[in-house]
């Protein structure tokens, strides 16, 4: 079985632990080019480890990673680095924003890494900020917003930039039941008009709705009617990202 040659983002045989204790075995995942991709399952299951192996954030144990062509699992830090910052996104369950910075600044903040200039930067940053209804905040600081008004501006963080994929975390936990919709409203309809691949992973079956296609964790392992077969053996990189290189597991749904 090879996996679907209009995967952006695949994965096969992913291991990982925490302080010894496993925390992925065995995954096998692939995410089309504009596909919104859910990940569910119990706290505690692996969703965040995923998350974090498939963005770079976190090098598996053992396994594969690939974006584009490009191995992830064997890039040096600074390549790493370099890739979330320019052709990533990342929604956590905790807006994380930069004190010092204004709004607009932190929201624009992987433009003004990247080298984009401050007007173009604030432009951009301001649309996605006008978008999630916190545009008015723009000149204000982290600090005298609302929770819910910072995680809004961190979405606009992951996504003033144009990724190619974002990475959501528990995006909504932080907001309330009406701020939830709209904010996965915006985020999903930002993601199919401008045709960037989204990985949600959430524990709320209302994310989960929203998605084309699901993928279930439970206790670190993938199930499920159309999970993939076991690996059952090392992997080793394939420079060349061959089909070859991508056999032994179905990647898609």
Same mark, same amino acid.
């Given at each position: 079985? !090879? ?25 096998c995942?692939g ?9 569910? &399952?119990?706290?505690g ?5 995923l998350?974090?192996?498939?963005? &770079?954030? @976190?090098? =598996?144990?053992?396994?594969? !990673? ?9 890039? =040096? #830090? ?11 996104? $990342?929604? /956590? ?23 984009? &200039? ?6 951009? *940053?301001?649309? $996605?900020?006008?978008?999630l209804?916190? &545009?008015?905040?723009a000149?204000?600081r982290? /600090? ?8 809004? #501006?961190?979405i606009?963080?992951?996504l003033a ?5 974002v ?9 309330h ?12 309809t ?9 990985? @949600? ?6 994310? *989960?709705?929203?998605?084309?296609? *699901?993928?279930? @964790?439970v206790? /670190? ?13 090392? #992997?080793?990189?394939d ?15």
């Amino acid at each position: 079985m !090879v996996a679907a040659p209009e995967d952006l983002l695949w994965a096969r045989g992913l291991h990982h632990e925490h302080e010894g204790s496993p925390a992925l075995l065995d995954v096998c995942v692939g995410v089309r080019e504009g596909e919104i991709l859910s990940v569910t &399952g119990p706290r505690g299951c692996g969703k965040s480890t995923l998350l974090g192996c498939l963005s &770079g954030r @976190l090098v =598996p144990a053992r396994g594969e !990673v690939w974006f584009d062509g490009v191995p992830l699992h064997t890039l =040096p #830090v600074s390549a790493r680095e370099r890739l979330r910052r320019d052709r990533f996104g $990342w929604i /956590g369950s905790e807006p994380q924003l930069l004190p010092e910075l204004t709004v607009w600044e932190n929201a624009a903040l992987p433009l003004l890494l990247s080298g984009t &200039g401050r007007r173009e930067a604030r432009r951009r *940053a301001c649309e $996605w900020l006008e978008r999630l209804d916190v &545009g008015d905040r723009a000149r204000s600081r982290p /600090g005298a917003l609302l929770q819910s008004q910072r995680q809004r #501006v961190a979405i606009a963080r992951a996504l003033a930039h144009s990724p190619a994929v974002v990475f959501a975390d528990e995006p909504t936990a932080p907001l309330h039941q009406a701020d939830r919709a709209q904010v996965l409203r915006t985020l999903t309809t930002a993601a199919r008009s401008h045709r960037i691949t989204v990985v @949600l992973a959430s524990h709320d079956a209302q994310v *989960a709705r929203v998605a084309d296609r *699901a993928v279930t @964790l439970v206790d /670190g392992r993938r199930v499920g009617a159309d999970a993939p077969p076991p690996t059952d053996m090392p #992997v080793k990189p394939d420079p060349g990202g061959s089909p070859e290189g991508r056999a032994a597991c179905s990647l898609s749904a």
